[in-house]
């Protein structure tokens, strides 16, 4: 537990995805649209989005809420909790630390990002340019 959210490693999330438990990922869709978790259940509802679309999320299973470093979806959890969702978590370290341990994942390299460090990553180029 960590700032009042309870909080689960990338392969205790796995673990849980195997008994039924969904993940939520509010990374933007720039950032799924290269990287994905390869579990059974995802859902994605990007933060920008998270206060208007909250209501269709799932009551009846444990919400595993992910981003890319495991920073946003704190505020994300907390918000989720305040609306009265009853299991919610965060997976700390997020899809960077999901990779890093070698859990599941869907690449789609259409959409593969580029920058010279985590926090400036960007869309990379798609197709041919020019004719």
């Known amino acids: 537990m960590s700032h009042g959210v309870y909080n689960l490693t990338p392969q205790e999330s796995f673990n849980e995805c195997g008994r039924g438990a969904v993940i939520l990922d509010i990374r933007e869709e720039?950032?799924?649209?290269?990287?994905?978790?390869?579990?059974?259940?995802?859902?994605?509802?990007?933060y920008s989005q998270l206060e208007c679309s909250w209501s269709d999320l799932p009551h009846d299973k444990l919400i595993i809420v992910a981003d890319s470093v495991g920073t946003k979806s704190v505020n994300a959890v907390n918000?989720?909790?305040?609306?009265?969702?009853?299991?919610?978590?965060n997976m700390a370290g997020g899809f960077v630390d999901w990779e890093r341990d070698g859990l599941p994942i869907i690449m789609n390299n259409a959409y593969k990002l580029s920058g010279s460090c985590l926090c400036q990553l960007k869309p990379g180029k798609k197709g041919k340019t020019g004719s």
């Not at 720039?30 to 509802?45: G, I, M, P, Q, S």
């Open 30 to 46: 720039y950032l799924t649209a290269y990287k994905n978790f390869k579990v059974d259940d995802v859902l994605f509802l990007p």
């Open 79 to 89: 918000f989720l909790l305040q609306q009265g969702l009853p299991s919610v978590v």
